[in-house]
Nanobody
Framework: VQLQASGGGLVQPGGSLRLSCAAS????????MGWYRQAPGKQRELVAA????????YYAESVKGRYTISRDNAKNTVYLQMNSLKPGDTAVYYC????????????????WGQGTLVTVSS
């Protein structure tokens, strides 16, 4: 399975970005998907995750009300809509996917994407 993340960039505080992560390859082996981020000098942290059918969603407290995770199974793609961005949201964002929920939310997904940089700065 390959995960291709895109959509990062430079945005001013208060702005918005939408990240995309397209899965290809043996996609039958993945079910749940999520987004992590890693800021300079910090550990990678889970931002949001979504179950295979989209009925179950998790958000980190720091992004609740600002970020929205969604997926389009027909396109094998998961999205992360990020609104009201803050400088503290600056990080490399990684897409994650796996067959178990515990793995995806527990930092042990089966697959990682390559990361896309989000910089929030004026």
């Amino acid at each position: 399975v390959q995960l291709q993340a895109s959509g990062g960039g430079l945005v001013q505080p208060g702005g918005s970005l939408r990240l995309s992560c397209a899965a290809s390859g043996s996609i039958f082996s993945i079910n749940h998907m999520g987004w992590y981020r890693q800021a300079p000098g910090k550990q990678r942290e889970l931002v949001a995750a979504i179950t295979g059918g989209g009925g179950g969603i998790y958000y980190a407290e720091s992004v609740k009300g600002r970020y929205t995770i969604s997926r389009d199974n027909a396109k094998n793609t998961v999205y992360l809509q990020m609104n009201s961005l803050k400088p503290g949201d600056t990080a490399v964002y990684y897409c994650a996917a796996g067959s178990t929920w515990s793995g995806v939310v527990g930092g042990r997904p089966s697959y990682w994407g390559q990361g896309t940089l989000v910089t929030v700065s004026s």
